[in-house]
């Protein structure tokens, strides 16, 4: 039989498999409103059917087929950290399972809900607490959106510097909670690189607060606890990350390349050289064709470079550049292309679009060393190109590192019967990371785990990183009530 991208038997990805109609008994609705106040606990609203899920594909193709998830029993907006200890603590001890939610961007099954599940909406925790300009650090209530976290910095003329796609849809502190990563990383960093402090209320009900410095060396490091997390360890309530002041000048620089090798090969010479482009994105032949129509050319990958910081950095940088990518046999490209990518970086259509026409597709994210991208990238097109129906198999680079890279790729399919795009896609998924990890590659850069990944940590970690990891969760959380069913492989 085959395997779905979960590992699992194929169309059982992760948690799809209807869940038990359990229900929740109405005395605990009752506490919840006691405990925060009845206008913060929702039982019969709209928001109720928009919260069930997140992005996920397969969960926006049931609702389309008329299989989607339930409601869950009631949706609970905490104002302060007070409101959701009492949540927390009603929940645990009602063995309830929580659910965090920030503004539900994630694209892995990371949400999913029953009748007797409380789904903790944190939006309405989007307070600017602090903007410490002498320090560069800026403090925000975990369910602020990023553009709107980005906009308060800007009156100060600040910036973030970590700016995933998901900017306009996605909280601060669900960048933490998936470990993101920014279009600009490679100069500023993911993440994990600005965040210098959290507060997250954890499975118990108490409180963690880090200390806000720039480097300690007191033990193991607890905000590492919660990056990545998936709401399974606590709930974030605030985040203070490290900040940077906007850039003097912003340039660009493209190049042509023969093909992906030839830009993979560019690209380490720049970073492995000291220079660090904040972007740095290839595009293979059918990508670059797809997406820069009007720049594109020939059957080589396409590179953008954006420059910013000091002016004399800028320049000095984007000559540097020039230079080895002539060593490269680069070929220098219309700047149009770059900005072109700057002013639509976060316009994509939506999944929805293509499901309602029968086109089942989504993006995969990986990393690897730069001894192993180059067969990942073989492998996994090839090994897509082979799938029933496949319209497009393609991949670009966005995140680059001294030792390393990441590929994003793309898949599209149109089965001939609907009922099979489910099927496709988990063939899709397995194909993409089977390849991947075959090549010793990392199953997710940037976009978490969820269900989708779930059974793939075995892969990932181990027997023995599970084990740890399931260790973890067990101390912090024994009933197993925050967020159940993510991250972590059942036994």
């Given at each position: 039989m085959s395997k779905s991208a979960c590992g699992r038997a194929e169309g059982s990805c992760g948690d799809r498999e209807p869940m038990k109609e359990r229900q929740m008994p109405s005395s605990i609705i009752e506490k919840l409103k006691q405990e925060v106040g009845a206008g913060k606990v929702i039982t019969n609203s709209q928001l109720l059917n928009d919260r069930r899920h997140d992005y996920w594909v397969l969960s926006?193709?049931?609702?389309?087929?008329?299989?989607?998830?339930?409601?869950?029993?009631?949706?609970?907006?905490?104002?302060?950290?007070?409101?959701?200890?009492?949540?927390?603590?009603?929940?645990?001890?009602?063995?309830?399972?929580?659910?965090?939610?920030?503004?539900?961007?994630?694209?892995?099954?990371?949400?999913?809900?029953?009748?007797?599940?409380?789904?903790?909406?944190?939006?309405?925790?989007?307070?600017?607490?602090?903007?410490?300009?002498?320090?560069?650090?800026?403090?925000?209530?975990?369910?602020?959106r990023g553009a709107d976290a980005e906009a308060a910095l800007a009156k100060r003329g600040l910036m973030l510097g970590h700016y995933p796609q998901s900017m306009d849809v996605s909280s601060v502190g669900g960048w933490v909670a998936t470990r993101s990563a920014g279009q600009f990383s490679t100069a500023y960093g993911n993440i994990e690189d600005i965040l210098l402090g959290l507060e997250v209320v954890l499975p118990n009900g108490k409180v963690l607060e880090t200390r806000l410095t720039p480097r300690a060396s007191t033990g193991p490091d607890l905000r590492q606890l919660f990056l990545g997390s998936e709401g399974t360890l606590g709930v974030i309530t605030s985040v203070t990350f490290s900040v940077r002041w906007q850039p003097e000048k912003r340039d660009y620089s493209v190049y042509y390349l023969p093909n992906m090798d030839a830009g993979f090969d560019l690209q380490r010479a720049i970073i492995q050289s000291g220079w660090t482009p904040p972007v740095m994105r290839q595009y293979d032949t059918s990508e670059a064709w797809r997406l820069f129509p009007d720049q594109a050319k020939g059957d080589g990958a396409l590179l953008l470079l954006v420059h910013e910081g000091p002016a004399a950095r800028v320049e000095t940088e984007k000559a540097a550049c020039a230079a080895l990518a002539a060593e490269a046999h680069g070929e220098a490209g219309p700047v149009a292309a770059g900005e072109k990518w700057m002013a639509e970086r976060n316009e994509v259509p939506t999944f929805e679009s293509f499901l309602k026409k029968g086109v089942i597709l989504d993006t995969i994210e990986i990393a690897a060393t730069w001894d192993r991208i180059r067969p990942i990238?073989?492998?996994?097109?090839?090994?897509?190109?082979?799938?029933?129906?496949?319209?497009?198999?393609?991949?670009?680079?966005?995140?680059?590192?001294?030792?390393?890279?990441?590929?994003?790729?793309?898949?599209?399919?149109?089965?001939?019967?609907?009922?099979?795009?489910?099927?496709?896609?988990?063939?899709?998924w397995r194909r993409t990371l089977e390849a991947t990890a075959a090549n010793g590659g990392g199953i997710s850069h940037h976009h978490g785990i969820g269900r989708l990944r779930r059974d793939w940590m075995r892969r990932e970690l181990g027997a023995t990183g599970v084990e740890l990891l399931r260790s973890i969760k067990h101390a912090l959380d024994p009933t197993n009530f925050m967020n159940p069913g993510v991250l972590i492989p059942n036994e």
């Amino acid at each position: 039989m085959s395997k779905s991208a979960c590992g699992r038997a194929e169309g059982s990805c992760g948690d799809r498999e209807p869940m038990k109609e359990r229900q929740m008994p109405s005395s605990i609705i009752e506490k919840l409103k006691q405990e925060v106040g009845a206008g913060k606990v929702i039982t019969n609203s709209q928001l109720l059917n928009d919260r069930r899920h997140d992005y996920w594909v397969l969960s926006q193709l049931e609702d389309l087929q008329d299989r989607g998830a339930p409601r869950p029993a009631c949706i609970v907006q905490p104002t302060e950290t007070k409101d959701v200890i009492s949540v927390v603590n009603a929940c645990r001890e009602t063995s309830t399972p929580l659910v965090p939610f920030g503004l539900g961007s994630g694209v892995c099954g990371g949400i999913k809900v029953d009748p007797a599940t409380v789904l903790l909406d944190m939006s309405s925790m989007n307070r600017v607490l602090r903007i410490d300009v002498d320090n560069l650090l800026a403090t925000f209530e975990a369910g602020l959106r990023g553009a709107d976290a980005e906009a308060a910095l800007a009156k100060r003329g600040l910036m973030l510097g970590h700016y995933p796609q998901s900017m306009d849809v996605s909280s601060v502190g669900g960048w933490v909670a998936t470990r993101s990563a920014g279009q600009f990383s490679t100069a500023y960093g993911n993440i994990e690189d600005i965040l210098l402090g959290l507060e997250v209320v954890l499975p118990n009900g108490k409180v963690l607060e880090t200390r806000l410095t720039p480097r300690a060396s007191t033990g193991p490091d607890l905000r590492q606890l919660f990056l990545g997390s998936e709401g399974t360890l606590g709930v974030i309530t605030s985040v203070t990350f490290s900040v940077r002041w906007q850039p003097e000048k912003r340039d660009y620089s493209v190049y042509y390349l023969p093909n992906m090798d030839a830009g993979f090969d560019l690209q380490r010479a720049i970073i492995q050289s000291g220079w660090t482009p904040p972007v740095m994105r290839q595009y293979d032949t059918s990508e670059a064709w797809r997406l820069f129509p009007d720049q594109a050319k020939g059957d080589g990958a396409l590179l953008l470079l954006v420059h910013e910081g000091p002016a004399a950095r800028v320049e000095t940088e984007k000559a540097a550049c020039a230079a080895l990518a002539a060593e490269a046999h680069g070929e220098a490209g219309p700047v149009a292309a770059g900005e072109k990518w700057m002013a639509e970086r976060n316009e994509v259509p939506t999944f929805e679009s293509f499901l309602k026409k029968g086109v089942i597709l989504d993006t995969i994210e990986i990393a690897a060393t730069w001894d192993r991208i180059r067969p990942i990238y073989r492998d996994v097109v090839a090994s897509l190109s082979e799938v029933e129906n496949i319209l497009n198999a393609s991949a670009h680079s966005s995140h680059a590192y001294r030792s390393g890279i990441n590929l994003y790729f793309t898949f599209a399919a149109r089965p001939d019967d609907s009922k099979d795009m489910a099927r496709t896609y988990e063939e899709c998924w397995r194909r993409t990371l089977e390849a991947t990890a075959a090549n010793g590659g990392g199953i997710s850069h940037h976009h978490g785990i969820g269900r989708l990944r779930r059974d793939w940590m075995r892969r990932e970690l181990g027997a023995t990183g599970v084990e740890l990891l399931r260790s973890i969760k067990h101390a912090l959380d024994p009933t197993n009530f925050m967020n159940p069913g993510v991250l972590i492989p059942n036994e």
